[in-house]
């Protein structure tokens, strides 16, 4: 059974940054993209970006470009997002999804979803 | 960016027929395939995929849930509408780059 499991919700202060991850199981990671999504509060679904498990390769959305980092750790199938100089407007659920083929690009499997908030 | 526009909210009656639109301002089909895909999502979930390459029913959805269209126009059917349905729909396009829309939110009346 494919699997996403995310890190638990994050207090975080202004300016502060935060890294998030998302352990698989269930299927070969080294296979498949993982994509990280961004959802504020009663709001749209927004991709951030996405991550080879193979060999750490990453494609960001431009609005994301300095926002976000991602990285993964093939040994433990788990990819990670760091996000920095964090505001009000970072505060959100993160999603982890996996891409289930780079020719669709839809999303299969996700995480259950992280909730970031930052406040002084 | 493409843009995706749904209805913010739909509201049936139970064992009905819900009929959920989205529409794209740039077309997003591609070599014989259209890049639009639905999910389900439940509040304090994470969205589920139901649909995918705008007609393909994702593993283990009930047959109750079909999806149709083509160019910029795509409908997600649920027929017959059950309790459980309640939640927020949203389309996404992967032709370019990948954006949702806003979702609708289905009701039962």
């Known amino acids: 059974e494919v699997q996403l499991q995310q890190s638990g919700a994050e207090l975080v202060k202004p300016g502060a940054s935060v890294k998030l991850s998302c352990k698989t199981s269930?299927?070969?990671?080294?296979?498949?993209?993982m994509s990280w999504l961004k959802q504020m509060p009663g709001q749209n679904i927004e991709w951030i970006g996405n991550?080879?498990?193979?060999?750490?390769?990453?494609g960001y959305n431009q609005k994301f470009k300095g926002k976000a980092t991602l990285t993964v750790d093939k040994s433990s199938s788990t990819a990670y997002m760091d996000l920095s100089s964090l505001t009000s407007e970072d505060s959100a659920v993160y999603f982890c999804?996996?891409?289930?083929?780079?020719?669709?690009?839809?999303?299969?499997?996700w995480g259950q979803g992280v909730m970031v908030t930052v406040s002084s | 960016d493409i843009v995706l526009t749904q209805s913010p909210a739909l509201a049936v009656s139970l064992g009905q027929r819900a009929t959920i639109s989205c529409k794209t301002n740039?077309?997003?089909?591609?070599?014989?395939?259209?890049?639009m895909h639905w999910y389900q999502q439940k509040p304090g979930q994470q969205p589920k995929l139901l649909i995918y390459?705008?007609?393909n029913l994702a593993s283990g959805i009930p047959a109750r849930f079909s999806g149709r269209g083509s160019g910029t126009d795509f409908t997600l059917t649920i027929d017959p509408v059950e309790a459980d349905d309640t939640a927020t729909y949203y389309c996404?396009?992967?032709?370019?780059?990948?954006?949702f829309g806003a979702g609708t939110k289905l009701e039962l009346k």
């Open positions: 740039q077309n997003v089909d591609y070599y014989g395939n259209s890049y």
């Open positions: 269930g299927y070969t990671f080294s296979n498949y993209y």
């Open positions: 999804a996996r891409v289930y083929t780079t020719d669709y690009y839809y999303f299969d499997y």
């Open positions: 996404q396009q992967s032709r370019n780059l990948n954006t």
């Open positions: 991550i080879y498990g193979g060999n750490g390769g990453t």
């Open positions: 390459l705008a007609s």
